[in-house]
């Protein structure tokens, strides 16, 4: 049996109940947001329903699924309700970065592919921060790249450069820092 389930938290103030936030679990995951508030968007919206004198509903949509299958799934559903800052309904803490940069003109962008961006981004972040947090003397940007298969085999001489944007995300949020001219280390347990 696989142990991943995809769910929908809902602010029944409305009817029919509509999804706020949307989530992968296993075990009480998907109850967990109601008995641990956070200052998040989805935290903020669980208080003003709390306050109103309701519950959230939380609703199982999908289970006994695969990790892999659950990831899909979820990037399928946030890319199709969309999250607040792109228009749509969830509070998800997905942010579409870029959506302030100068956009090439006439430039397609299909509805929910920043949302799946965004999704991919946040696990690449976290696979590279366990990585580093594994690693206390420091992890370098070959290291991240040969380890977690993120080199490019396309034409040019540098085949690292995700990793490289990834930990300079990284950087900027404060989770790591360059110790050496080559090396990165965690900020964050």
């Not at 029919?16 to 936030?21: E, I, K």
């Not at 309701?54 to 799934?73: F, I, M, P, R």
């Not at 944007?165 to 900020?187: D, F, N, Q, Y």
Request: net charge positive; hydrophobic share 40%.
């Amino acid at each position: 049996m696989n142990p991943y389930y995809i769910y929908a938290l809902k602010d029944p103030r409305a009817t029919p109940a509509t999804p706020f936030y949307i989530g992968k679990g296993t075990g009480v995951r998907a109850w967990e947001h109601t008995l641990n508030i956070d200052s998040t968007r989805k935290g903020h919206r669980i208080a003003e329903i709390v306050s109103s004198g309701y519950e959230v509903l939380t609703t199982v949509l999908a289970d006994d699924l695969t990790e892999h299958q659950a990831l899909k799934l979820e990037s399928e559903l946030i890319s199709a309700f969309g999250t607040e800052a792109t228009g749509g309904s969830l509070t998800n803490s997905v942010v579409p970065a870029g959506s302030s940069k100068k956009i090439r003109k006439g430039l397609v962008v299909p509805s929910g592919v920043v949302e799946k961006a965004q999704i991919g981004l946040e696990l690449l972040k976290s696979s590279i921060l366990e990585l580093a947090q594994a690693n206390s003397d420091g992890i370098l940007n070959s290291d991240a790249s040969k380890v977690l298969g993120l080199q490019s085999d396309y034409l040019g001489g540098s085949k690292d450069y995700l990793a490289w944007s990834v930990l300079g995300i990284l950087m900027r949020e404060g989770k790591m820092v360059r110790v050496e001219p080559r090396k990165h280390k965690a900020t964050v347990k």
